[in-house]
T-cell receptor
Framework: ETGVTQTPRHLVMGMTNKKSLKCEQHLGHNAMYWYKQSAKKPLELMFVYNFKEQTENNSVPSRFSPECPNSSHLFLHLHTLQPEDSALYLC?????????????FGSGTQLSVL | EDQVTQSPEALRLQEGESSSLNCSYTVSGLRGLFWYRQDPGKGPEFLFTLYSAGEEKEKERLKATLTKKESFLHITAPKPEDSATYLCAVQAGGNEKLTFGTGTRLTIIP
């Protein structure tokens, strides 16, 4: 496999469920990101990991919990979500965060919270 | 606070009809301006990075230009496969975070 792979592609969950999103990058990059994309809103940065260390938490509610066990894998653990959390969740990677770094995105997980 | 505004929100063109997409930005110390293309059901795909006013980059039918206040993505003689949402983002000095616009949804009609 090449690039950035996200699973699952679609997820429907109730407000009391616990689920996890998975991201894997095969590019040898050192930085990984979670973004949220809602209809008619800009892409919203949630978390940044650089060399497995979290370097940014963009005021994200605690019902979203990231985990980065190594530079190739990133998880987003979800619990007690709200309907307004329904969105496309995108994982991205780059060589490292910094000047002019382009991002490589996965295809995303389309999340629906009922 | 960094801001990015893209216009128009949506654009429909006939195949072969050239046009431009606009990205206006307000940022304290631009480090880079990025253009991405996003197809339905997929994540954004990187197109260009521009670093300073006057810079231009080209790829096939697309050409990106940059001034001190805005960037244009010119599309020449577009084809239906150019249909996508085009996203603009800026990176400010001293900040690794990208600020994205809401995108322009481009539709090319055969």
């Amino acid at each position: 496999e090449t690039g950035v792979t996200q699973t699952p592609r679609h997820l429907v969950m109730g407000m009391t469920n616990k689920k996890s999103l998975k991201c894997e990058q095969h590019l040898g990059h050192n930085a990984m990101y979670w973004y949220k994309q809602s209809a008619k809103k800009p892409l919203e940065l949630m978390f940044v990991y650089n060399f497995k260390e979290q370097t940014e938490n963009n005021s994200v509610p605690s019902r979203f919990s990231p985990e980065c066990p190594n530079s190739s894998h990133l998880f987003l653990h979800l619990h007690t979500l709200q309907p307004e959390d329904s969105a496309l969740y995108l994982c991205a990677s780059s060589q490292e965060p910094g000047y002019g770094e382009k991002l490589f995105f996965g295809s995303g997980t389309q999340l629906s919270v009922l | 606070e960094d801001q990015v505004t893209q216009s128009p929100e949506a654009l429909r063109l006939q195949e072969g009809e050239s046009s431009s997409l606009n990205c206006s930005y307000t940022v304290s110390g631009l480090r880079g301006l990025f253009w991405y293309r996003q197809d339905p059901g997929k994540g954004p795909e990187f197109l260009f990075t521009l670093y300073s006013a006057g810079e231009e980059k080209e790829k096939e039918r697309l050409k990106a230009t940059l001034t001190k206040k805005e960037s244009f993505l010119h599309i020449t003689a577009p084809k239906p496969e150019d249909s996508a949402t085009y996203l603009c983002a800026v990176q400010a000095g001293g900040n690794e975070k990208l600020t994205f616009g809401t995108g322009t949804r481009l539709t090319i009609i055969p």
